[in-house]
């Protein structure tokens, strides 16, 4: 049975991880933006492309990268992990998890993390060694790994700033066309590629080549960075995001 957590400033829980940890949040009946701070793995964080209730669901399951000398369950349970809900300046709640180890040199754990909302908003992430993938989001993103690619798929115009910075993997982004935004991207190793089928996509910078973009969409004045090292950054604005690309979005 999954652990029922109520919306609330203070309410929340905590505790140890040796298996995975299934939370639910009653719905907050408004846009809830997540952030997550995860000391290594995957964070998978989707929403519903239409107006949708229900409550927020969260999966923490641990995982060790490598073969440990020790015992791999006192290992586990070195991660700790706390989730709650709290009220935003924005009238709306936001939806906070970490995850740490308390031991800095067990650089080997780490844990995966699932989070599915009706009304998906702003979305933080920061984690290491694994992928980040943001599906359906109504609000900006602010995005950094290494070790795993980042995808960002939403059928909502982003106008607002937003960031993402990766290593040693790939970085996607697909948005409509009638998103805004005064684009910054560069990648060392990498290859940037860009395709616009719908809004206004300006292009003249004597800067942009094959791993440097600055471009504008729609006269925005907000910034969208992307930075990568030994990965692509791929932008993708279009009708309809979801029936674009081969993808597996899970």
């Not at 949708?52 to 992990?81: C, F």
């Not at 290593?167 to 982004?173: S, V, Y």
């Amino acid at each position: 049975m999954a652990n029922r957590v109520i919306n609330g400033m203070s309410d929340g829980v905590s505790g140890a991880v040796d298996k995975p940890i299934d939370l639910v949040f009653d719905d907050s009946a408004d846009v809830l933006d997540v952030h997550v701070k995860n000391v290594s793995g995957d964070v998978v964080i989707r929403g519903k492309t239409k107006e949708a209730t229900g409550d927020s669901l969260v999966r923490i399951e641990p995982r060790i990268e490598i073969r440990s000398a020790n015992d791999p369950k006192m290992q586990l349970e070195k991660i700790k992990w706390s989730a709650h809900l709290d009220a935003n300046d924005s009238g709306g709640h936001t939806l906070v998890i970490e995850v740490v180890s308390t031991d800095p040199d067990a650089w080997f754990v780490g844990s995966d993390i699932e989070v599915d909302v009706a009304r998906l908003g702003a979305v933080i992430v920061n984690t290491r060694r694994g992928k980040i993938i943001v599906d359906d989001n109504r609000g900006p993103v602010d995005l950094s790994t290494t070790g795993g690619e980042i995808r960002v798929r939403t059928p909502w115009p982003m106008d607002q700033p937003c960031a993402m910075v990766n290593k040693d993997a790939d970085i996607n982004w697909s948005t409509r066309g009638e998103s805004a935004g005064e684009f910054d991207c560069e990648t060392v190793g990498g290859n940037i590629i860009s395709y616009c089928r719908y809004g206004r996509w300006t292009m003249v910078d004597k800067r942009n080549d094959q791993n440097s973009l600055h471009a504008n969409l729609n006269a925005g004045k907000n910034p969208i960075v992307m930075r990568n090292v030994d990965g692509d950054i791929r932008i993708t604005i279009v009708e309809d995001p979801h029936s674009t690309g081969t993808f597996h979005w899970p």
